[in-house]
């Protein structure tokens, strides 16, 4: 099921000689099928993360600036192939959990809104890439990929010169390979820290009987994630993308950190 949860990260996190050794003790006992149930159940997964900033680098901050039609956007993750970051040829998706924290420029002209979340202007959202021309995770390619990223949020590319996948919930012509991630709490110069975790569609959602959900939450801030575990493909990438929209917008992150869940 694809949805934002509170639910905390798991205390002990197995390696992938966790997740092998427990298979095959299960196996001992239960058919190999019924012993990988047992596990997801379990949510018995391996994972493998990146975050930013790197090497102890400081944060950053996304204003809203004239010269990109007050719509900024800057790439501050963007992690290799699923496949060479994990590192096998065999596997499933099963989560991705983003960690952030953030801040707005703490004040705004129009503050009456019972929402602590919405209007807000700045905010982090999700692509996925899948083109076989970027795929070596090079520096070269990165900053090209970043840039190409930036230029079509901000509006300054009709269509953007990386190929990306379609969110199939967003509405034509909004954000139609984007997914919203977390807004921040509007008017705060607080750091705040969000865990958002998407998962695996609901049966429901992912046979069409219920449309998935767009948009952020306006008590939590958080976007619903439908649709974009059951998009991953080992030969995808995801980057996530600061967003500062509007005069005098400012986006102050500290800390972002993507974490992904498979099983093997």
Not at 45 to 53: E, I
């Given at each position: 099921?694809?949805?934002?949860?509170?639910?905390?990260?798991p205390?002990f996190?197995?390696?992938?000689?966790?997740?092998?050794?427990?298979?095959?003790?299960l196996?001992?006992?239960?058919p190999?099928?019924?012993?990988?149930?047992?596990?997801?159940?379990?949510?018995?997964?391996?994972k493998v993360?990146?975050?930013?900033?790197?090497?102890?680098?400081t944060?950053?901050?996304i204003?809203?600036?004239?010269?990109?039609?007050?719509?900024?956007?800057?790439v501050?993750?963007?992690?290799?192939?699923?496949?060479n970051?994990?590192?096998?040829?065999?596997?499933k998706?099963?989560?991705?959990?983003?960690?952030?924290e953030s801040?707005?420029?703490?004040?705004?002209?129009?503050?009456?809104?019972p929402?602590?979340?919405?209007?807000?202007?700045?905010w982090?959202e999700a692509?996925i890439?899948?083109?076989?021309r970027?795929t070596?995770?090079?520096?070269?390619?990165?900053a090209f990929v970043?840039?190409?990223?930036?230029?079509s949020?901000?509006?300054?590319?009709?269509?953007?010169s990386?190929?990306?996948?379609?969110n199939?919930h967003?509405?034509?012509?909004?954000g139609?390979?984007?997914?919203?991630i977390?807004?921040?709490?509007r008017?705060s110069?607080?750091?705040r820290?969000?865990?958002?975790l998407?998962?695996?569609?609901?049966?429901?959602?992912?046979?069409?009987?219920?449309?998935?959900?767009?948009?952020?939450?306006?008590?939590t801030g958080?976007?619903?994630?439908?649709?974009?575990?059951?998009?991953?493909?080992?030969?995808d990438?995801?980057?996530?993308?600061?967003?500062?929209?509007?005069?005098?917008?400012?986006?102050?992150?500290?800390?972002?950190?993507v974490?992904?869940y498979y099983?093997?």
């Amino acid at each position: 099921m694809s949805m934002i949860t509170s639910r905390p990260e798991p205390s002990f996190i197995p390696t992938l000689e966790d997740v092998f050794g427990a298979q095959a003790h299960l196996s001992e006992r239960v058919p190999p099928e019924l012993a990988n149930d047992i596990l997801d159940y379990a949510g018995y997964w391996a994972k493998v993360s990146t975050s930013f900033p790197t090497n102890n680098g400081t944060g950053k901050v996304i204003s809203a600036r004239h010269k990109d039609n007050l719509n900024s956007a800057e790439v501050l993750v963007l992690t290799p192939t699923m496949e060479n970051w994990i590192g096998l040829d065999f596997f499933k998706i099963r989560e991705v959990r983003f960690k952030l924290e953030s801040h707005d420029q703490g004040w705004a002209d129009e503050n009456s809104s019972p929402l602590p979340y919405l209007p807000s202007w700045t905010w982090f959202e999700a692509t996925i890439i899948r083109d076989p021309r970027y795929t070596a995770s090079t520096p070269e390619e990165d900053a090209f990929v970043k840039k190409a990223l930036e230029k079509s949020r901000r509006g300054q590319e009709t269509k953007s010169s990386i190929i990306t996948v379609p969110n199939l919930h967003a509405a034509a012509g909004l954000g139609e390979d984007m997914w919203d991630i977390q807004r921040n709490v509007r008017a705060s110069s607080v750091f705040r820290s969000h865990e958002i975790l998407f998962k695996e569609d609901s049966n429901d959602v992912a046979s069409g009987k219920t449309p998935g959900k767009i948009g952020n939450d306006g008590m939590t801030g958080a976007g619903s994630g439908d649709g974009f575990v059951s998009a991953l493909q080992k030969e995808d990438r995801i980057a996530v993308i600061a967003r500062a929209r509007k005069l005098r917008w400012d986006n102050h992150v500290k800390e972002i950190e993507v974490e992904v869940y498979y099983s093997v």
